[in-house]
């Protein structure tokens, strides 16, 4: 149990186009859902917290404007890359945590989005 | 505010030796303790956890973690490494005293794990 799925798994586009990654939660309901994002050999860092329903929580230093984030129901939860640089290219990774018990405890990781921007 | 640390950003083992990657952690209460594995170009997978009970946590692959709260540590280990363990580990920590829905777990830096034949 407790699988999160994500797609696109790997994505090319040129720069300045927009890109949606979906992340789902396939047999339980996450009400939380975290948005990280990892450089090359370096750790997940943290871009934002989203709740079903309610505009998500960016940290310091990232752009919700640029990073555009829906929850729109328990199971699904999307990130916009707008008008994509390369500098954007990244790993992107999503997890969830569900209502109670041990999907409330843990964090379930998706298996993550890799984006290229040409 | 709470944060982890991973002392070592590379770990090299021969094959079939005991392997340990070093992780301690800085909680306000008690902590929530994970390791998670990530192979090339892959997401995360869980190893093993530590909410309460038995220090000791046995995980996936045949890996185990003590958790050593007079040191703050919770390392990882295996009894005989395998070069497909080869991969990046990381170790993870979210605080009881703030377990809301929305507190995220918060990584160390990850060590890389290299078996050599």
């Known amino acids: 149990g407790a699988v999160v799925s994500q797609h696109p798994s790997r994505v090319i586009c040129k720069s300045g186009t927009s890109v949606k990654i979906e992340c789902r939660s396939l047999d339980f309901q996450a009400t939380t859902m975290f948005w990280y994002r990892q450089f090359p050999k370096q750790s997940l860092m943290l871009m934002a917290t989203?709740?079903?329903?309610?505009?998500?929580?960016?940290e310091q230093g990232v752009e919700k404007d640029k990073f555009l984030i829906n929850h729109a129901s328990l199971t699904l939860s999307t990130l916009t890359v707008t008008s994509a640089h390369p500098e954007d290219s990244s790993f992107y990774i999503c997890s969830a945590r569900g209502l109670a018990g041990a999907s409330y405890n843990e964090q379930f990781f998706g298996p993550g989005t890799r984006l290229t921007v040409l | 505010a709470q944060s982890v640390a991973q002392p070592e950003d590379q770990v090299n083992v021969a094959e079939g030796n005991p392997l340990t990657v070093k992780c301690t952690y800085s909680v306000s209460g008690n902590p929530y303790l994970f390791w998670y594995v990530q192979y090339p170009n892959r997401g995360l997978q869980f190893l093993l956890k530590?909410?309460?009970?038995?220090?000791l946590v046995k995980g996936s692959y045949g890996f185990e973690a003590e958790f050593n709260k007079s040191q703050t540590s919770f390392h990882l280990k295996k009894p005989s490494a395998l070069v497909s363990d080869s991969a990046l580990y990381f170790c993870?920590?979210?605080?009881?005293?703030?377990?809301?829905?929305?507190?995220?777990?918060?990584f160390g830096k990850g060590t890389r794990l290299s078996v050599i034949a």
């Open positions: 989203s709740n079903e329903g309610s505009k998500a929580t960016y």
């Open positions: 530590y909410i309460t009970g038995d220090n």
């Open positions: 993870a920590v979210r605080d009881w005293a703030h377990n809301s829905g929305n507190t995220p777990l918060v």
